[in-house]
């Protein structure tokens, strides 16, 4: 059988009986496996909220949001968010909650930041590729730096010029190798990446940003940055 061969009731009666669980990919159940206990996560929202109150912006985006717990801390203060992560069972997940609520101050996307897309069109100038796109008051970066560094060998001072172009404010969790999310990546592989440490990361991103803030995220060895770019 064909589409073709299909009415067009058949054929929205296939698409509306189609289903999918949003689990099994690498990331979807992070939110509810992370290593922070309870007080550090309490303590982490605290001080995210308290940089995003810091700053003039009414526009956001979470980079690498999984399903937007963060996400929503920004839409609580009033910011409209785009909400973008690589992994498409957290994406769905995070849309659906959304879309149950009827809410429209978050928009979840599906996207690499390692890999982005590219522009379009003629002469690739019709259409934006996506880090053209990001230019919003302030870029959420929790939980992503070493992933970027680690698992995709960003360098520290490249991912600070890319921050910076992105947004006047960042809002950066550095998390050290001692952190079990970090242990993690460097288990398959080398440690090759000894400036990777929160001392490297202030070389790194005070040359584009002056540090508003330096937050120990309490009960974790985990710093949360609120970072300012520089004119």
Do not use: C
């Not at 922070?36 to 690498?64: C, S």
């Not at 009033?78 to 690589?86: E, K, P, R």
């Not at 970090?182 to 400036?195: E, G, M, N």
């Not at 540090?211 to 995220?217: D, G, H, L, Q, Y």
């Amino acid at each position: 059988m064909t589409l073709a061969s299909l009415g067009t009731g058949s054929l929205r009666s296939t698409v509306s009986g189609l289903s999918w669980d949003p689990a099994g990919t690498e990331w979807a159940d992070y939110a509810d496996n992370t290593s922070y206990d309870d007080d550090a996560t309490r303590a982490k929202e605290h001080a995210v909220a308290t940089a995003l109150t810091a700053i003039d912006g009414d526009h956001a985006w979470d980079l690498g949001a999984n399903t937007g717990r963060y996400s929503r801390i920004a839409a609580a203060q009033g910011y409209h968010v785009v909400a973008l992560d690589i992994d498409p069972a957290a994406v769905e997940r995070g849309y659906r909650a959304l879309r149950a609520e009827g809410r429209g101050d978050i928009l979840p996307l599906l996207a690499d930041l390692t890999d982005p897309s590219p522009p379009l069109g003629w002469g690739s100038a019709e259409r934006k590729g996506l880090l053209e796109r990001i230019d919003t008051d302030v870029i959420l970066a929790l939980a992503l730096v070493h992933h970027l560094a680690i698992s995709h060998n960003v360098p520290l001072l490249m991912i600070a010029e890319s921050f910076a172009g992105m947004a006047r404010h960042a809002v950066v969790e550095f998390v050290p190798k001692q952190d079990a999310m970090v242990r993690r990546l460097l288990a398959s592989r080398q440690d090759v990446f000894p400036d990777y440490t929160i001392e490297g990361f202030r070389a790194a991103f005070t040359p584009a940003f002056d540090i508003v803030a330096e937050t120990p995220i309490e009960h974790s060895a985990r710093t949360l940055f609120h970072l300012k770019r520089k004119v």
